[in-house]
């Protein structure tokens, strides 16, 4: 029963992301937004609270950091320190790049998943509270 329970969230998750991909009235990614890459184990920024974010890329390749920040939501933190960036739509960031790597659903299926604490996260990253001592993760996944 509990299984049927993750499955189940997930699978919402997954229709809600292609939901409001599909149905999202986007506006351009202001220029001079295109995100920074880090190193493994860098910490970034400034503030009271400190999160970790991992990162995995298309080919399963990891690099974890540590972000502190006084921003009130994981998304803007990220956005401050240009480590994301997507597309605003009337249901909030769509993801198109996280730490210099692009996730184009377009061109080959491919989006950003988002968890908190390892479980996949069923609010949108700029959507999502700053939670001290969380992981925050970002994994380029592929529809199928």
């Known amino acids: 029963m509990k299984n049927l329970r993750k499955i189940a969230a997930l699978l919402l998750a ?18 001079g ?14 503030g009271k609270a400190t999160f970790a974010v991992e990162v995995t890329d298309a080919e399963g390749a990891k ?28 249901y909030g960031l ?4 996280v730490t210099g790597i692009t ?9 950003w998943a988002f968890y908190v604490n ?9 959507m999502t509270d700053v939670e001290d001592g969380a992981v925050y993760g970002f994994a380029v996944e592929k529809m199928q």
């Open 33 to 46: 937004k295109t995100t920074v890459g880090v190193k493994d184990g860098e910490t970034l920024g400034q």
């Open 63 to 90: 690099t974890s950091f540590t972000v502190k920040t006084d921003e009130k939501t994981v998304g803007a933190a990220l956005q401050a320190l240009n480590l994301i960036s997507g597309e605003e739509s009337d």
């Open 14 to 31: 997954v229709l809600m992301v292609l939901a409001l991909s599909a149905c999202a009235k986007t506006a351009p990614i202001p220029a």
């Open 103 to 111: 996730a184009d659903y377009d061109a080959d299926g491919t989006y």
């Open 118 to 126: 390892g479980q996949y996260a069923l609010t949108g990253v700029d």
């Open 94 to 97: 769509y993801i198109k790049e």
